[in-house]
């Protein structure tokens, strides 16, 4: 009974015509409200709620309700649907849940499909959330676009920035530099990324085989006591810090602007001295703040889930990563969780500025203080 109310509650919703007083949003979140609490019925045996599941599923295509409604009825025929919600917002929770769920339906050709195709914007879409699910299967179809240089440099530079945040991938792209068959203009990118990864392996092979370019560290830093008697100009040092590389602000706030991943520094200056501002920068992992440790989990998918513990209840991890992507991880796919002695900031971000720029980043920092 309770069962045929709510149908007729999402049927008449969704049917409402332009005379009812509903906005078309409104409508949708109605019907969206009432199929949710049905989720137990088997859509087969229940051609209406069907067919009501399927309008509504056409109504909030690309967003997150698109999503809910394809988990909760378990749905495996709505993969395109569900990387448009991917495309949409390729590096937000729900746009990675969405490639992840793609990728366990091994609907490969769908995504190799369009990687390929002829619109730029969705193949960037793509291959950025496959980057995010951090998932062996991106692997193949990552490199396979990343080795292609009839593809555009800006899809192929998402797809080596996506190989390298998984060990697979990492060793897939080392693999293609040591071949030969990774194109010139990708080189810089590659060489940051694996220099920059946490697996020793990987990282000691791309020191020799893709050196980090000399632009800006030319010279070694001098050592921290003649760094901090150096000349310098703070208001440089926060254009640093808000510049790409090294791309201090992706995941530190200064004063309500930038990421959620690391603390805020707002009151560094305030919280440590200058030598410990410098050696949190070269050294992260030695001291690494409270509530900020690294973990990782092993998944019995043979996936590796890596970055902050947001939270550990009786049925799920939730886990933070290093662009700030929150995933929730049932127990029941988790085999371990390992606390790490690695700090989740990267090391060797002083290689993307010269010493002149890393003394005014310290004077910039060194002067945010409790107000
Ligand atoms: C990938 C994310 C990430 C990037 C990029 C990053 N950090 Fe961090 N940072 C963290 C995390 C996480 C912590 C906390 C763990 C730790 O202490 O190592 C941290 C800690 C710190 C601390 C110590 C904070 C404290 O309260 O003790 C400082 C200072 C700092 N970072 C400065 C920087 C600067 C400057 C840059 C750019 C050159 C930078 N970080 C880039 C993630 C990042």
């Known amino acids: 009974m309770r069962v045929a109310v709510f149908i007729i509650i999402a049927a008449t919703a969704l049917s409402l015509g332009a005379r009812a007083e509903l906005t078309e949003a409104q409508r949708n979140t109605i019907a969206f409200e009432a199929l949710s609490r049905l989720h137990h019925v088997n859509l087969d045996t229940d051609p209406e709620l069907k067919s009501a599941v399927y309008r509504l599923l056409e109504k909030v295509r690309g967003t997150d309700k698109f999503l809910e ?62 980057g995010n699910a951090t998932e062996q299967k991106a692997v193949a179809p990552l490199l396979a676009v990343a080795v292609d240089a009839n593809r555009d440099t800006a899809l192929r530079k998402i797809c080596v920035r ?18 030969g068959t990774l194109a010139e203009d990708l080189k810089y990118t590659a060489s940051t990324e694996l220099n920059g990864v946490r697996w020793t392996k990987i990282k000691a092979e791309a020191a020799q085989v893709l050196p980090l370019p000399t632009a800006r560290g030319a010279q070694p830093l001098p050592p921290t006591v003649e760094l901090l008697k150096m000349p310098a100009d703070p208001a440089n040092g926060e254009k640093v810090f808000y510049r790409q590389q090294p791309g201090c602000f992706a995941c530190h706030t200064v004063r309500g602007k930038g990421g959620q991943v690391g603390p805020d520094l707002s009151e560094i200056g305030t919280k440590l001295a200058r030598e410990a501002i410098v050696e ?48 929730h991880y049932k127990k029941s796919e988790v085999i371990n969780k390992r606390k790490l002695k690695l700090s989740l900031m990267p090391t060797g971000l002083q290689q993307g500025m010269s010493a002149q720029e890393f003394a005014d980043l310290i004077a910039f920092l060194a002067g945010l203080k409790k107000q």
């Open 69 to 130: 409604i394809v988990k909760d009825f378990h749905l495996h025929d709505c993969d395109p649907g569900l990387l448009e919600v991917a495309v949409k917002a390729p590096s937000s929770e729900t746009g990675v849940e969405a490639m992840r769920l793609v990728l366990t339906h091994n609907a490969a050709d769908l995504v190799r499909n369009k990687l390929n195709g002829p619109d730029a914007k969705v193949a960037r879409g793509v291959a950025e959330a496959l």
């Open 280 to 327: 949190s920068i070269l050294e992260p992992s030695a001291g690494i703040s409270v509530g900020y440790e690294t973990y990782s989990l092993d998944l019995k998918s043979g996936d590796e889930a890596y970055g902050l513990l947001v939270s550990d209840s009786a049925d799920e991890i939730v886990i933070k990563d290093s662009k700030g992507i929150v995933t």
């Open 162 to 179: 996506g190989l390298a945040r998984t060990a697979e991938g990492a060793d897939a792209l080392l693999g293609a530099a040591k071949k």
